[in-house]
């Protein structure tokens, strides 16, 4: 896994609003907990048995501490995580009310991030190579993404890409265009896909991603996941769960598909672990508290519905 690694300040209740003009406001909870999209895929695919290893850059600061020490207890090897004397953890706020949250993050070392920082033998014997949280490194490792990708590839590995939300508003450049032509798989949630496709719904928006090469998978929430894969379309999705918290389910999902992959599962089959593992982590708050195991996983994705489209 490759991306964001920092903590995340979760605020859970019904109004979360912060009131300006020096106004408190009681909410439900408040937790320190695993964040960063790479960190939480990397920790949900741990959990569903597949051994991982996170490429990121934290400070030198007691939150980048907590979370080599939190990323280690899950088993996720952290020895390529780069430690910055000069920038502090990148930091998030969620601001959570069920199926909906706000997000306000401050990268700080988060973006540092560069593909020198990427240890070639890691590299080499990876089967699958996830980044995560392009958006948030684009400046430091966008420029050389591409190659990273097709240097993963030609030792054999397959690669996807998760954008995340772009800050910016800018979305797609020639630089992104190329990364995620090298990509084997682009894994948006749908509003990102609209943005990334320019495209007035999600029927012509994964008609402009997958010509641009990759295969596509996006996720809808509880509407399951649209896959794409040349002309071949699909709907997957799961029978519905009560969720807390939907921070982190786009992440499990990801792990979950790569999970299947890796198993060597059809892009549906595999889809349907990932809808498993996406619904299950919303049962509890944060991006990794509700992460199943695999066994409970499968058994979820094993009610799934696929369906040709």
Not at 62 to 73: E, H, I, K, Y
Not at 202 to 211: C, E, F, I
Request: charged content about 15%; hydrophobic content about 50%; aromatic content about 2%.
């Amino acid at each position: 896994m490759l991306g964001d690694c920092n903590p995340d300040v979760l605020v859970l209740g019904d109004d979360v609003t912060p009131a300006f003009g020096q106004q408190e406001k009681l909410v439900d909870a408040v937790s320190l907990v695993i964040g960063g999209s790479a960190a939480i895929t990397a920790v949900a695919a741990a959990r569903l048995g597949v051994r991982v290893a996170l490429v990121a850059a934290v400070g030198a600061d007691p939150a980048g501490r907590f979370m080599l020490d939190q990323l280690a207890r899950e088993r996720v090897d952290v020895s390529a995580v780069a430690v910055r004397g000069d920038a502090p953890t990148g930091m998030t706020v969620a601001l959570s009310r069920g199926r909906d949250r706000a997000i306000l993050t401050a990268p700080g070392a988060v973006a540092s991030l560069t593909p020198s920082d990427v240890p070639a033998g890691l590299l080499g014997q990876a089967r699958h190579v996830h980044v995560s949280s392009y958006f948030l490194l684009a400046d430091s490792l966008g420029p050389g993404l591409a190659g990273l990708l097709a240097a993963a590839q030609d030792a054999g590995a397959r690669t996807s890409l998760d954008t995340n939300w772009d800050p910016s508003g800018g979305w797609l450049d020639e630089r992104l265009s190329g990364v995620i032509r090298q990509a084997d798989l682009l894994l948006p949630n749908e509003a990102e896909a609209l943005r990334l496709g320019g495209a007035p719904d999600l029927g012509a928006a994964a008609r402009v991603l997958t010509g641009a090469g990759a295969g596509l998978v996006v996720k809808r929430g509880d509407q399951g996941v649209l896959c794409a894969a040349g002309p071949r379309r699909w709907h997957v999705s799961v029978p519905p769960v009560i969720p807390v918290d939907s921070t982190g389910a786009g992440d499990c999902c990801n792990a979950g598909l790569i999970a299947g992959l890796l198993d060597g599962l059809a892009l549906p089959q595999a889809a349907a672990l990932g809808c498993a593992a996406g619904a299950l982590s919303t049962q509890a708050a944060g991006g990794t508290a509700g992460g199943p195991d695999r066994a409970t996983a499968a058994a979820l994705a094993r009610r799934a519905t696929v369906t040709a489209c």
